[in-house]
């Protein structure tokens, strides 16, 4: 046998022999009743390094393309490609199917409009929670010239608000929020958490009142069940929990 017919037949062999993932998604189309919501099954050739969004990607092209699903930035900072990854919110693009169990199950995020399949509407969700919670600086700071220089900001209170300020607005936090589930009106620990970020803001005018007053019932931080299932798929590793506990006593020291 000559080395190019051993290095074909060593080629059939790999290719004979690739494994194959299964992946199995929800399928659902609201605007086609007809069609009841079902579980449909898809397999890719697993590759190294193979991320959810790749393997979805694949399937669309080659396969399937009237599967939905979301993705912009595919590097972890959009936060489009959220879904249930066997239950489990989480990004598509940081997953890998090495550590996934095959067949692996994914359905779209719970508590939010569902556009078809895996793809749902968080933005319209998000931009009612921001206007409700007045998501953005008010005061002087915002009426200066915009060519005028900020003022110096101490660059440990900078680097606090980067920090909350991490938040891509993926919604799974919401989708693992037992609260959010059960209360239509709760703001979640994303709401929370950027209003906590507005607060430590010295361009912003408002007193602790005016904040409080936005979140003191049971669909801001007294609606929190404190489970943590916020904080435990945040995909950028936000200190949620801490954040609502720390709104919660500041608003009793200001009872008190």
């Not at 994914?106 to 749902?120: E, K, N, R, T």
Request: proline fraction near 5%; aromatic fraction near 6%.
């Amino acid at each position: 046998m000559n080395q190019l017919q051993g290095s074909l037949l060593a080629s059939d062999r790999t290719s004979s022999e690739a494994e194959l993932f299964t992946l199995e998604v929800l399928r659902c189309n609201p605007e086609d009743s007809s069609v009841q919501p079902h579980w449909q099954r898809y397999s890719v050739e697993l590759s190294e390094g193979m991320t959810l969004f790749i393997a979805l990607s694949e399937i669309r092209e080659q396969q399937d393309p009237s599967l939905q699903f979301d993705f912009v930035c595919r590097a972890g900072i959009c936060g489009s490609c959220a879904m249930l990854i066997n239950g489990r919110p989480g990004l598509a693009c940081r997953t890998l199917l090495s550590s996934l169990p095959s067949p692996t199950r994914l359905a779209p995020l719970p508590g939010f409009a569902l556009i078809g399949d895996l793809s749902v509407d968080t933005g319209r969700w998000m931009r009612s929670m921001s206007e409700r919670l007045q998501i953005w600086v008010e005061g002087a700071a915002t009426e200066r010239d915009p060519c005028e220089v900020e003022e110096p900001m101490e660059p440990t209170l900078a680097e606090e608000i980067y920090e909350l300020d991490r938040c891509i607005e993926c919604g799974c936090c919401v989708a693992a929020c037992g609260t959010a589930q059960m209360r239509d009106d709760f703001v979640g620990a994303v709401g929370l958490n950027k209003l906590a970020r507005l607060r430590l803001d010295p361009r912003d005018d408002r007193d602790d009142a005016a904040f409080y007053e936005l979140i003191g019932d049971d669909d801001g931080v007294f609606g929190c069940m404190s489970l943590l299932g916020c904080e435990d798929v945040c995909p950028k590793d936000l200190s949620l929990g801490t954040q609502i506990a720390y709104l919660r006593r500041a608003m009793l020291r200001e009872a008190l």
